[in-house]
């Protein structure tokens, strides 16, 4: 088209937001034009620079903006038969966008299925045909395993009460079914509902997703998705398609299913709500948990403007929960649901959980792994057909490989970082830049050839288990099984699966894993688990590190007893130099308001979350004084501009990140403090340029990256 012609013709200005990132210089949405009239929300191709990408219309604008309609770019094609992103999709991702400090295009098209981006219109229409309708609308729940009065009571509590719930439930208590049967009264109530329940990692998807297809088989299979990063493109974006069609009634994903396209939300379920794993670690560094909570707010503000107001309720659901929810329990914001006693406990009265037993290390025989009582009660659970758990989170076979003749270590040449030997494939591998290298035959410094391992992983472990149980055999006489479930034995497809299987088939007597098998897994023949080395989060500079290590405690405490046979009495063995600690105290009663009193005291008096709130600003470089400069230079500059909130903020001195360089990248971070969330989020979005800029001097010029994370899980 001429650029005459361009000036008689009806063009319409759209504002589209593209995938750029947040220092990109592209922050905001980009104007073009379109010869037909587009709404907002609509996926659109979209010329940027020499590229086709795929955009979001974002809003409708009134004029060019002074832009002369022949120098702005057209619109190539809209996706056509496509529904437009709804306006609250678009307002959770404009909240995500500035709170956590990215680009609006960053958020909104990491949101979207890569595969979508590829599609012709023919090709989207055929993935777009709907199943057949539903054969029933409600579950039969009479013919439902009776609730117990604490399940009753919490979901009487749910439907009556509109504020976020935190079911505060002992591992067994039945939390499952909870968030089955408030599922189940949402569908019924409403043929277009839709349900969003999200679990922490990937390996737990699978035996969730099953117990939600049997439950809600009636619905059809096309009706109950899943949304996480190990699908392959293709179910991705079937499954997004079908939730965002409205045509999936119940979507169960992990982090990234927070922003799940879903028309119709009636109720987010949140399991394991403090988990580490809901915090997104790159990019948009947001927290799924905190967005379901304010995406949950943001529904029910958005169908109460309706003639038929429609709420969406969010259950957050865990046994340890995170110190910031169990505050906004204490202070009103959210509604407490509490559920103590265990369902389908055979072995002990009701209500009543593993027993705790701290074994005192330093009164055990020197350098031992584990000690002799606790060998003796594995070798009693094997005599009598029982299984055990035995918990180290540290994989690999050792943590490093050492030469005690000239004190070499295998220290990764591109970290400053060990590698772990790995004595299955006779590897020393990083775990953080993933270099590798066969083990050498002798000291590479002095030529020893007694190098030798430093350390116990569960490679290791397990290992050093089947020596030491050497000699006992399983009541009916047959070898004992000793098997290992970590990131390594796991890494093919269906691995997993196939182990699990075999744990609760009962052919495997003790199991030695990392965190992977201590939380969420429903284990109903293990009677003994058991904490090798817990100690290291009890002294580290990670203010978060207890109440992380008092989680994952009590997530592998739950995995004991759940449905133990025969009276046997099940257990919790903690290995430990300091019995006396407080963590441990509190872990022995099973007192998890007692551990979080403690905890939210002693934060409360250092300003920390949740009554205080941080941003940690990390940047790379191929020098660490580049990186530490730039960060300092960047607080200097906010500080002589004075700001916005800067009166009201502290910005810390930069410093190397714990694990400094990785992959030969340098990497330092800055600690930004407040007392006040809205003056931290003030000061943030006025430094983003002022950082912008400080990028561009001279001496910084060579800076690989930098970014913001806010609300940081980890210090």
């Known amino acids: ?165 935190l079911l505060f439930g002992s591992t067994g208590s039945g939390k499952t079914e ?11 109530e409403d043929p277009e509902a839709q349900v969003l329940v999200m679990v922490p990692e990937i390996n737990l998807t699978p035996q969730l997703q099953a117990r939600f297809e049997e439950r809600f088989k009636h619905l059809g299979r096309e009706r109950v998705v899943a949304l996480h990063s190990g699908l392959t493109p293709a179910q991705r974006l079937k499954s997004w398609l079908a939730a965002h069609a409205g045509v999936a009634r119940l979507v169960l994903g992990t982090r990234m299913a927070v922003l799940a396209s879903m028309p119709n939300l009636r109720l987010i379920v949140v399991d394991e709500e403090h988990d580490p794993s809901y915090k997104q670690q790159e990019g948009a560094r947001y927290s799924a948990r905190d967005l379901a909570v304010y995406r949950a707010r943001l529904e029910g503000l958005a169908t109460s403007e309706a003639a038929s107001p429609k709420s969406c309720s969010v259950i957050l659901g865990s046994a340890t929960p995170s110190l910031e929810s169990w505050q906004a329990t204490l202070v009103g914001r959210y509604q407490r649901l509490t559920m103590h006693e265990r369902i389908g406990s055979a072995d002990q009265a009701a209500g009543s959980l593993p027993t705790v037993r701290l074994v005192d290390m330093n009164h055990q025989p020197k350098h031992c792994t584990l000690a002799p009582p606790l060998l003796a009660a594995i070798a009693q659970r094997i005599a009598r057909g029982e299984q055990s758990l035995i918990f180290l989170n540290r994989r690999g076979y050792a943590p490093v490989l050492a030469c005690h003749d000239c004190g070499w270590k295998s220290e990764c040449p591109h970290c400053s970082a060990y590698r772990v030997f790995h004595k299955i494939d006779r590897t020393l591998r990083c775990h953080h830049c993933g270099f590798t290298e066969r083990v050498p035959r002798a000291c590479p410094s002095c030529g020893n050839v007694d190098i030798a391992p430093v350390g116990r992983g569960t490679e290791r472990l397990e290992e050093h288990l089947a020596e030491l149980l050497q000699g006992i055999s399983r009541p009916d006489g047959s070898p004992l099984v000793i098997a290992r479930i970590d990131a ?134 191929r020098s660490q004084d580049l990186a530490q400069g730039f960060l300092n230079a960047a607080a200097a500059a906010a500080q002589a501009q004075a700001l916005p909130g800067h009166d009201m903020v502290t910005p810390y001195p930069a410093v190397p990140m714990t694990i400094q360089r990785v992959a030969n990248v340098e990497r330092a971070q800055m600690l930004v403090e407040s007392s006040s969330r809205v003056a931290l989020q003030r000061f943030l979005s006025a430094w983003q340029p002022v950082m912008a800029a400080t990028r561009q001097q001279a001496e910084f010029k060579p800076l690989i990256r930098w970014a913001m994370d806010v609300d940081p899980l980890a210090i």
């Open 488 to 621: 390594d034995t796991t890494r093919l497809k269906g691995a997993l699966e196939s182990q699990l299987a075999s744990v609760h088939a009962g052919e495997v007597d003790v199991l030695v894993g990392t965190q992977m098998i201590a939380k969420g897994h429903d284990f109903r023949h293990i009677t003994l688990v058991a904490a090798v080395n817990p100690d290291g989060a009890l002294f580290s500079s990670d203010f978060r590190a207890p109440e992380r290590l008092f989680g994952l405690l009590m997530q592998a405490t739950g995995r004991a007893g759940r449905n133990a046979e025969k009276g046997a009495q099940s257990e919790m063995w903690v290995q430990t130099f300091h019995p006396e600690h407080p963590l441990f105290g509190a872990l022995k009663q099973h007192d998890y308001p007692a551990f979080a009193a403690q905890e939210l005291a002693d934060r409360e008096t250092a300003g920390m979350s949740p009554f205080g709130f941080s941003a940690l600003v990390r940047a790379e470089a």
């Open 178 to 188: 909870v968030y089955l049967r408030a599922t189940a009264q949402v569908l019924a």
């Open 1 to 165: 088209m001429k650029p005459e012609q361009i000036t008689t013709n009806r063009v319409f200005w759209i504002s589209v937001v593209v995938a750029t990132p947040a220092h990109s210089g592209v922050g905001g949405p980009l104007t073009y034009r379109s010869e037909l009239p587009l709404a907002p929300g609509q996926l659109v191709r979209v010329p940027l620079g020499r590229r086709e990408v795929l955009g979001v219309v974002w809003e409708l604008l009134p004029d060019s903006g002074g832009l002369a309609p022949a120098q702005a770019k057209a619109v190539l094609g809209a996706l056509e038969g496509l529904a437009p992103l709804n306006p609250t999709w678009r307002k959770l991702v404009a909240f995500t966008a500035g709170y956590y400090q990215r680009s609006l295009g960053e958020v909104a098209l990491a949101a979207l299925p890569p595969q979508l981006r590829e599609l012709s219109t023919v090709q989207l229409a055929r993935r777009l045909k709907r199943p057949s309708a539903d054969t029933s609308t409600s579950t039969s729940l009479r013919e439902l395993v009776e609730l117990s009065p604490e399940q009753a009571a919490a979901l009487s509590q749910l439907a009556t009460d509109p504020r976020p719930a």
